[in-house]
């Protein structure tokens, strides 16, 4: 039979790792780009056009403009951003250039230790800030891409990436985009093709294929801002 003190440590133990297991993962310290997110900030405001935001593969894209040919396209892709980065530094990333379209990618939740719901959740919570600044903005919301030199992080991808695009199909200002398959063989492991030597980035032929998805998608969601600003033009006339 337990003593008073015998069961008092045991309740004080239990409470003290229930605690620790509610405890949050500490997120990377957004200052760690500062620089970058500040070069954003120096160039000329490019209101009310398609701002491309996200980790590095959104800023390793090397010929967006010439890949999106006749779309205003801005490139604020920085380093190994994660979710909380985008939202700590919204308003030079997204909200000074007031854009009708966003086009977001972030893929380094899972692999700075975060759990899948942290990373759903802050993921979610920067997607939440748009619209709730912007509220008529779309936005194209692109999966986390698999990678071998992330394979111990693939099947929290594959969750992340069902439970993001469960929540967009909710949401008609959400698109989501399977950009992550096309990555993938028979066997389920990345096509070595489609991606540099680092088994991390993607390569030319990665960033063509992503393209091919990517593309007319874009086109369409512009096209939907388009035709909503001429029935607000027609509306006032």
Known sequence: MRTPLLHGLALLSFCA???C???PTPRPDPLTFANEVEAFAKRPAQ???????????????????RDFVGLPVINHGFGGCVSND???????????????????YSGNDLDKKLTVSEAFDDYVGFLKMAHERFPDLRVILNSVKVARSRAATTPHVHELNRRLEAWAASRSWVRYLDGTSYLTGPDGLPIREYYR???????????????????????EEWAKVNDAQAAVTTQQN
């Open 21 to 23: 297991a509610l405890e």
């Open 197 to 219: 030597e680092d088994e991390l980035h993607l390569s030319a032929a990665g960033y063509a294929k992503w393209l091919e998805l990517l593309e007319p998608v874009v086109r």
């Open 86 to 104: 985008l939202m700590v530094h919204f308003d030079t990333l997204v909200a000074r250039d007031e854009p009708k379209l966003l086009v977001t």
């Open 17 to 19: 790792c229930t605690a």
């Open 47 to 65: 209101k009310g056009g398609i701002v491309f935001v996200g980790s590095s593969s959104i800023r390793m894209w090397p010929r967006l403009k």
